[in-house]
């Protein structure tokens, strides 16, 4: 059973930048994709950001441009900067690693953009 760990989030000024972490519990980024999703209040939750096993990234349109996903593979984490943030990126942020029919979800991460 893998586990992932998110940190990093808090409330941060329309403008402002912040960094979320996600800590596997084991080695898996060689096989598995890690992604990012949010859910804000009210909506259903979406992709973000993905990385795949071979270092390819993808990221939802709302975000190109300002999100970086990234990894460390000798710390098992996966990132996500987050740069010119929007009020419209609150959310709690949550971290997926995926492959095959296996699925595992952190517990998320509160991220709230607001003055």
């Known amino acids: 059973q893998v586990q992932l760990v998110e940190s990093g989030g808090g409330l941060v000024q329309p403008g402002g930048s912040l960094r979320l972490s996600c800590a596997a519990s084991?080695?898996?980024?060689?096989?598995?994709?890690m992604a990012w999703h949010r859910q804000a209040p009210g909506k259903q939750r979406e992709l973000v950001a993905v990385?795949?096993?071979?270092?390819?990234?993808n990221y939802a349109e709302s975000v190109k441009g300002r999100f970086t996903i990234s990894r460390d593979n000798a710390k098992n984490t996966v990132y996500l900067q987050m740069n010119s943030l929007k009020p419209e990126d609150t959310a709690v942020y949550y971290c997926n690693a995926g492959w095959a029919l296996h699925s595992y979800w952190g517990q998320g991460t509160q991220v709230t953009v607001s003055s």
């Open positions: 084991e080695s898996i980024f060689d096989i598995y994709a």
């Open positions: 990385i795949t096993s071979g270092g390819s990234t």
